[in-house]
C-alpha cells in the first residue's frame, strides 16, 4: 500500500515563498515512475500543478511555470515543490500523487483533474498566500 505524506504548508504573503515535501512509502519505484502536485481551492475543480518523471523530466502547469519547482531526492525519494512568487491565487490545499498516468497526459488535463484513484495520494496540506 502507497502512502504519502505531505508537509511543509503553512501561510505567507504575497510574494513570499514555501516548500512542500512529500515523504513515500511502499511505492515501487522502478524503472519508469510519475509523480504530481495537485491543488483544490475551496469551490474550484482540482488542477495538476506539476509532475516529474523517473528520467528527471519536470512539467508544469501554466498558471505557475517559472515559480515553482518540483525535485526528488536521490537517497529517499521524498517529493519537494519550492514554490516562490507566490500569489493569493495560489491558496489551496495541496496534494502529493503517484501514478504512471500523471505522466501520460498533459499534466493540466482534465482526465487527471476527474481521476477518481492514484495509485498513491495525499492527505493534502493546506498553502494559504495573503495579498
Known amino acids: 500500500q502507497v502512502q504519502l505524506v505531505e508537509s511543509g504548508g503553512g501561510s505567507v504573503q504575497a510574494g513570499g515563498s514555501l516548500r512542500l515535501s512529500c515523504a513515500a512509502s511502499?511505492?515501487?519505484?522502478?524503472?519508469?515512475?510519475?509523480m504530481g502536485w495537485f491543488r483544490q481551492a475551496p469551490g474550484k475543480e482540482r488542477e495538476g500543478v506539476a509532475r516529474?518523471?523517473?528520467?528527471?523530466?519536470?512539467t508544469y502547469a501554466e498558471s505557475v511555470e517559472g515559480r515553482f519547482t518540483v525535485s526528488q531526492d536521490n537517497a529517499d525519494k521524498t517529493l519537494r515543490l519550492q514554490m516562490n512568487k507566490l500569489k493569493p491565487e495560489d491558496t489551496a490545499m495541496y496534494y502529493c500523487?503517484?501514478?504512471?498516468?500523471?505522466?501520460?497526459?498533459?499534466?493540466?488535463?482534465?482526465?487527471?483533474?476527474?481521476?477518481?484513484?492514484?495509485?498513491?495520494w495525499g492527505q493534502g496540506i493546506q498553502v494559504t498566500v495573503s495579498s
Open positions: 511502499g511505492y515501487a519505484y522502478g524503472n519508469d515512475y510519475c
Open positions: 500523487a503517484a501514478d504512471a498516468a500523471i505522466c501520460v497526459v498533459p499534466i493540466t488535463a482534465r482526465s487527471l483533474s476527474t481521476k477518481a484513484r492514484f495509485t498513491g
Open positions: 516529474l518523471k523517473s528520467d528527471g523530466s519536470a
